[in-house]
């Protein structure tokens, strides 16, 4: 099993503003995936993230909005760019090691946006 | 494409009352199937699983048999507690996929 971190655990932004949000997993994992889930709803992917390539993003979400880095097998960012008060939610970090096929996930980051 | 389709919530029952959690999905090849639980606050935890048809899978009193003839794998619990109020959410993996496919999620409120 892995187990997840992240950082800040909730923030209150101001619109227009930028936030990262980090992601940190105790040991070396393949994939690692960011989420979003508004108030009791469904997950939301927003991007995979394999260290070495370039985040995959789905549909809805784009690379300026959201940019991610993964710049080793334990941890990664996730940027809210430009907030407005529609990206308020909670962002997930999730995990999945090369070995096994159930996911992982962090607390969570509670966003609001004002 | 792939998905998961669970019953809508919210489930609420008395301590001790007798659960079942209805999901059913569509997937070419061979699926793994989980169930994940979040508690208020937290995030996803992996609450049981199976990775072929006939497996059940068990964990803390939940049971959930993976049914190919009818793709579904309902989750059940004998005896409820309070402390098992949360979300639950069923999911796929299929083969060679990176991308979990989760459902929609079933809250579930369990009365003292």
């Known amino acids: 099993s892995a187990v997840i971190s992240q950082k800040p655990s909730r923030d209150i932004c101001q619109r227009g503003t930028s936030l990262t949000i980090q992601c940190q997993v105790d040991s070396q994992v393949t994939m690692m995936f960011w989420y979003r889930q508004q108030p009791g709803q469904s997950l939301t992917l927003i991007a995979t993230a394999n260290q070495g390539s370039e985040a995959t993003y789905e549909s809805g979400f784009v690379i300026d909005k959201f940019p991610i880095s993964r710049p080793n097998l334990t941890f990664s960012t996730l940027t809210v760019s430009n907030m407005s008060p529609e990206d308020s939610s909670i962002y997930l970090c999730?995990?999945?090691?090369?070995?096994?096929?159930?996911?992982?996930f962090g607390p969570g980051t509670r966003l609001t946006v004002l | 494409g792939d998905s998961v389709t669970q019953m809508e919530g919210p489930v609420t029952l008395s301590e001790e009352a007798f659960l079942t959690i209805n999901c059913t999905y569509t997937?070419?090849?061979?699926?793994?199937l989980f169930w994940y639980v979040q508690y208020p606050g937290e995030g996803l935890q992996l609450l049981l699983k199976?990775?072929?048809?006939?497996d059940k899978g068990s964990n803390k009193g939940f049971e959930a048999t993976y049914r190919k003839e009818t793709t579904s794998f309902h989750l059940e619990k004998g005896s409820v507690q309070v402390s098992d109020s949360a979300v639950y959410f069923c999911?796929?993996?299929?083969?060679?996929?990176?991308?979990?496919?989760f459902g929609a999620g079933t809250r579930l409120f369990v009365k003292a």
């Open positions: 997937a070419t090849g061979y699926p793994s």
């Open positions: 199976a990775t072929k048809a006939d």
């Open positions: 999730s995990s999945r090691g090369s070995g096994g096929n159930e996911q992982f």
């Open positions: 999911a796929l993996l299929n083969t060679g996929g990176f991308k979990t496919i």
